[in-house]
């Protein structure tokens, strides 16, 4: 199967059929191409037929289906070009006229190599021709450069703004820039860039980046210190937590003295490192891999030949307990259909992991990671909910007086989470098999287990609990105290800067999950070491001890 090089599929097809004719038509081809390629405009329609004419002298037969746009059909025509005066293999001293390198035109145009490249698409394509050493180069005829002058004058006048700075200019704005920061403070490198670009005649883009390429070389004598350093990974870090609580771009940029672009790709980095980390379990099927997959295994569920039964929850359940009867069964059907689908998408998910560059993330990439691992949940918990019965008749038949329902569906519901990523769908056996076997495994090994510890841990005196005094508090007292200890608490805590505040509250448990963390998951929500975390909470409470001494608070560790 020919590998899709063109943009546009009628001419990737026109292209394999020119490459056939004579080594004389083939040549004639080139020439009409290079003459078309300097007429297109990038936003018109352009016929097929019009096209194909342009190029053979000759009307298709077919008339061609839809019109091509002018922009990739730019792109396919410079790429014509290339490919068949490859084919043509001559020597570059068979050339009829100068031809021009990509280095010595740059000179010649005084513009960067990568401006030439992005000109390729508005006419300015290159042919390939064969040096003594059978090596491939690129060359620019001069009558297509020249054709390309005349036609872009103003465009080829702007892009020498951009052109290649010399060493003299560089150090001009240098020096401009550092008496312009001495002379306004807090200057942000924009404001400095502009007035660098009005002094000395160019664009404010090339000042920015000949500036920051100053400050890279020359950290100790940089224009902007702080912008000059590299983000560690702390900071990026900090920046993309600071980011998911809604600061914008632009006050993070001036906060930490970098450019939104660098802050932004900050945000993507450690997004892409946390997707990197995220594992991923599935069980594979050879299927997954064959062609047509997404077809045959993300195509619509199959519709049950007959309405599901419903089954009425047995008498004596709570609500909550009885509503999960309410949730149909899957057929078989519709549990195969689900199973493979969960994985696949877990599969896809898994290769596009691999292929991801945390250190130059795409967008793109993330985006559609996520959205597979986000389907792929909500495939699992719609057969999780589908299942959870399940687990409620087993633990009734296994409650007693020393054990408690509640906490044994709460215990069979794990083994069910379990059984979901394990099952192997393409055994052909049924999943409430699988899962009541693991449920009731799990039991035969926990219940046991509680009864010990209870036998271990008893008190023997259960009576005096019993007949003691209740000495709560009243329950408006008592949420006036809570109240008033949390709004102190929030008080001592503003004390400390935002990473001494999120060590504090996640080493011991005040956030919204109410479990502590240990020095090594806190270290990776901050991207930093466990001793630094454990440095940020012996300096945080501290802080706390000195806050609490003056308000004559005491602090029980």
């Given at each position: 199967?020919?590998r899709?090089?063109?943009?546009?599929?009628?001419?990737?097809?026109l292209?394999?059929?020119?490459?056939l004719a004579p080594?004389?038509?083939?040549?004639?081809?080139?020439d009409?191409?290079?003459?078309?390629?300097?007429?297109?405009?990038?936003?018109t329609?352009?016929p097929?037929?019009?096209?194909?004419?342009?190029?053979?002298?000759?009307?298709p037969r077919e008339?061609?289906?839809?019109?091509?746009?002018g922009?990739?059909?730019?792109?396919?025509l410079?790429?014509?070009?290339e490919?068949?005066?490859?084919?043509?293999?001559?020597?570059?001293?068979?050339?009829?006229e100068?031809c021009?390198?990509?280095e010595?035109l740059?000179?010649?145009l005084?513009?960067s190599i990568?401006t030439?490249?992005?000109?390729?698409?508005r006419?300015?394509?290159?042919?390939?021709f064969?040096?003594?050493g059978n090596?491939v180069?690129?060359?620019y005829p001069?009558?297509?450069v020249v054709?390309f002058?005349?036609?872009?004058?103003s465009l080829?006048?702007?892009?020498k703004q951009?052109?290649?700075?010399?060493?003299?200019?560089?150090?001009?704005?240098?020096?401009?820039a550092k008496e312009?920061?001495?002379r306004?403070?807090g200057?942000?490198?924009t404001?400095v860039?502009?007035?660098?670009?009005e002094k000395?005649?160019?664009?404010?883009?090339?000042?920015?980046r000949?500036?920051?390429?100053?400050d890279?070389?020359?950290?100790?004598?940089?224009?902007?210190?702080?912008?000059?350093?590299r983000?560690?990974w702390?900071d990026?870090?900090?920046?993309?937590q600071?980011y998911r609580r809604?600061?914008?771009?632009?006050?993070l940029a001036?906060?930490?003295?970098k450019?939104p672009?660098?802050i932004r790709?900050a945000?993507?980095q450690?997004?892409a490192?946390?997707?990197k980390?995220?594992?991923?379990?599935?069980?594979?099927?050879?299927?997954?891999?064959q062609?047509?997959?997404d077809e045959?295994i993300?195509?619509?569920?199959?519709v049950?030949?007959k309405?599901?039964k419903?089954t009425?929850?047995p008498?004596?359940?709570p609500p909550?307990?009885?509503?999960?009867y309410?949730?149909?069964?899957l057929?078989?059907?519709?549990?195969v259909?689900?199973?493979?689908?969960?994985?696949?998408?877990?599969?896809?998910a898994?290769?596009?992991?691999?292929?991801?560059?945390?250190?130059?993330?795409?967008?793109s990439d993330?985006?559609?990671l996520?959205?597979l691992l986000?389907?792929?949940?909500d495939v699992k918990?719609?057969?999780i909910?589908s299942?959870?019965?399940?687990?409620?008749?087993i633990?009734?038949?296994h409650v007693?007086?020393?054990?408690?329902?509640f906490?044994l569906?709460?215990?069979?519901?794990m083994?069910?989470?379990?059984a979901?990523e394990k099952?192997?769908?393409?055994?052909?056996?049924k999943f409430?098999?699988?899962?009541?076997?693991?449920?009731m495994?799990?039991?035969?090994?926990s219940?046991?287990e509680?009864?010990?510890?209870r036998?271990?841990?008893?008190?023997?005196?259960d009576?005096i609990f019993?007949?003691?005094a209740?000495?709560?508090?009243?329950?408006?007292?008592?949420e006036?105290s809570?109240?008033e200890?949390?709004n102190?608490?929030?008080?001592?805590?503003?004390?400390?800067?935002?990473?001494?505040?999120?060590?504090?509250?996640?080493r011991?448990?005040?956030g919204q999950?109410g479990?502590p963390?240990?020095?090594?998951?806190?270290?990776?929500?901050?991207?930093?070491t466990?001793?630094?975390?454990?440095?940020?909470?012996?300096?945080?409470?501290?802080?706390?001890q000195?806050?609490?001494?003056?308000?004559?608070?005491e602090?029980?560790?």
């Open positions: 199967m020919t899709q090089r063109y943009r546009l599929a009628r001419m990737q097809e292209a394999d059929q020119l490459k080594k004389r038509l083939r040549a004639t081809y080139i009409r191409a290079e003459r078309l390629l300097s007429e297109i405009e990038p936003a329609l352009y097929y037929a019009y096209i194909a004419f342009r190029l053979t002298g000759l009307y008339g061609g289906g839809d019109p091509l746009l922009a990739p059909l730019s792109d396919d410079a790429r014509f070009v490919d068949l005066s490859a084919t043509l293999r001559q020597p570059i001293a068979a050339a009829k100068r021009y390198g990509l010595e740059s000179r010649e005084n513009v990568r030439l490249r992005r000109w390729r698409r006419g300015l394509v290159g042919r390939r064969y040096t003594k090596r180069v690129l060359v001069e009558s297509v054709r002058l005349e036609r872009n004058r080829v006048a702007k892009a951009f052109s290649n700075v010399t060493e003299e200019e560089r150090e001009t704005m240098v020096r401009l312009l920061t001495k306004k403070k200057a942000t490198p404001e860039a502009a007035a660098v670009a000395t005649g160019r664009a404010p883009e090339t000042v920015r000949e500036l920051l390429r100053y890279n070389e020359n950290p100790d004598r940089a224009v902007f210190p702080a912008r000059s350093a983000l560690t702390e990026k870090e900090q920046i993309f600071a809604g600061t914008p771009i632009a006050a001036k906060r930490y003295g450019s672009a660098t790709h945000v993507l450690v997004r490192r946390r997707l980390e995220t594992p991923i379990e599935y069980m594979y099927n050879e299927e997954f891999d062609p047509g997959a045959k993300l195509g619509p569920e199959p049950p030949e309405e599901p419903r009425r929850a008498k004596g359940l909550y307990l009885a509503s999960l309410e949730v149909p069964l057929t078989k059907e519709q549990e259909y689900l199973f493979r689908k969960m994985n696949y998408l877990k599969h896809k898994k290769l596009l992991q691999d292929k991801i560059d945390v250190a130059r993330p795409r967008a993330l985006d559609e996520e959205r986000q389907e792929a949940l918990n719609r057969i909910r299942n959870l019965r399940l687990v409620v008749s633990a009734k038949r007693t007086p020393q054990t408690n329902l906490e569906v709460s215990d069979g519901n083994s069910l989470i379990r979901v099952f192997d769908y393409s055994r052909g056996f409430s098999t699988y899962a009541s076997w693991a449920i495994k799990n039991f035969a090994r219940i046991p509680e009864a010990v510890r036998d271990r841990f008893v008190t023997g005196y009576e019993d007949t003691a209740d000495r709560r508090a009243d329950p408006y007292h008592e006036t809570m109240r200890i949390k102190l608490l929030y008080t001592i805590l503003d004390k400390l800067d935002e990473r001494e505040q999120h060590v504090i509250i996640a011991f448990g005040l999950e479990s963390r240990t020095l090594e998951q806190v270290g990776r929500e901050l991207g930093v466990k001793e630094r975390v454990r440095q940020l909470e012996s300096r945080a409470l501290k802080k706390l000195l806050f609490a001494a003056e308000h004559g608070l602090l029980v560790q």
